[in-house]
């Protein structure tokens, strides 16, 4: 399982146009063939920053959707409202702790 956290800045007055964006698209990125799990997250004190929070099935899955039309349309307007560059990473759960 590889998870997928991307975390990206928006101009304060885009944000409402992303989450629009977003809700127009959600089911179909998490639909996709390979995505197991689909989460967005608002950072808690900057309220024009977000998180996606995702688990793919593998690394071969994930760039699949990066090389389909749906992430093209959906990344290529999402960048149009960034104030920063993202930041994106994948990894692999190494350990959880348990009590």
């Not at 688990?55 to 409202?81: G, I, P, Q």
Request: glycine share 2%; net charge positive.
């Amino acid at each position: 399982m590889l998870i997928r956290i991307v975390r990206m800045t928006f101009q304060e007055n885009q944000v409402q146009a992303f989450l629009k964006n977003f809700e127009s698209n959600k089911k179909k990125i998490r639909s996709f063939p390979g995505c197991h799990h689909l989460e967005l997250w608002q950072d808690e004190n900057q309220k024009n920053i977000f998180l996606t929070y995702s688990h793919w099935e593998n690394e071969e899955a994930l760039n699949k959707y990066r090389d389909s039309e749906l992430f093209k349309s959906v990344w290529t307007y999402t960048k149009s409202l960034f104030s920063e560059r993202p930041i994106a990473f994948s990894s692999k759960k190494f350990e959880e702790v348990e009590i």
